[in-house]
């Protein structure tokens, strides 16, 4: 056999069974770290994390670290000290990115502001105190369209108040009246409303609170943001 091609094989054959030895040790450690966690806590998966000897544990969309005896379960973020990253951030915000173009437009009323060219999604309780507040700064953004999908999770009479905004004439404007100026709502509730399909929504894309906001390329900032941080990622849009 041709010595090169015979060093190739060796190379390969290493490499491979390297390979499942990694897979085969982090599929052990999900396996101890499940049982001793218990069913309370779902394990996703585990896998390398950037510091040799240290795993990463993907419980839900939340991100832990635990060493290869699965004895040490840490909660906490790693920062790159040489470029100041913080990768645990950067891997959340990896997982919770959705497909903009699977958020369906049909369940969310439209406010444009100015000629509309930028977007952005909310996800709100009209109950919610942080939606009032953000809803009131992002009266100061300009040329953008806000898709805000009513999720009434706060309580039943927040689903009243979402049903008498969706079914108004203009909702955009019945949200906006109550949200900012705290005009009461009044009217029908009958019509048809997406709010079952927006709480499924939320559901699907893990949002446990209001307001959540996502943006054209995926990602998502929770709570009442800054202007100035919505400002920065709307320009940051392609």
């Given amino acids: 056999m041709n010595k090169f091609v015979a060093a190739l094989i060796l190379i390969y054959t290493t490499v491979f069974f390297a390979t499942v030895s990694y897979a085969q040790s982090e599929q052990q450690i999900k396996i101890d770290l499940q049982k001793k966690l218990g069913?309370?806590?779902k394990i996703k998966s585990v896998?390398?994390?950037?510091?040799?000897?240290v795993y990463e544990v993907l419980v839900g969309s939340d991100v832990f670290y635990t060493d290869k005896d699965s004895k040490y379960l840490i909660q906490g973020d790693i920062i790159e000290v040489a470029t100041g990253k913080n990768i645990t951030e950067l891997r959340q915000s990896d997982l919770n990115r959705i497909k903009w173009s699977d958020l369906p437009q049909a369940n969310a009323f439209k406010t444009i502001h100015g000629n509309g060219s930028r977007q952005l999604a909310v996800f709100a309780d009209p109950n919610c105190g942080?939606?009032?507040r953000l809803e009131k700064s992002m009266q100061q953004l300009e040329n953008v369209t806000i898709y805000t999908y009513l999720i009434p999770i706060l309580s039943a009479d927040s689903t009243v108040k979402a049903k008498q905004i969706w079914c108004s004439a203009d909702p955009s404007k019945a949200y906006t009246d109550w949200m900012i100026n705290g005009t009461p709502l009044s009217g029908k509730t009958d019509c048809t409303t997406?709010?079952?399909k927006n709480l499924l929504l939320a559901k699907t894309y893990g949002i446990t609170g209001t307001p959540t906001l996502f943006f054209v390329d995926g990602s998502r900032i929770p709570g009442a943001a800054q202007i100035a941080d919505i400002e920065k990622k709307l320009n940051a849009q392609k």
């Fill in 194 to 196: 997406p709010l079952d």
């Fill in 47 to 53: 896998s390398p994390s950037p510091i040799a000897g």
């Fill in 39 to 41: 069913t309370s806590a």
């Fill in 130 to 132: 942080y939606c009032k």
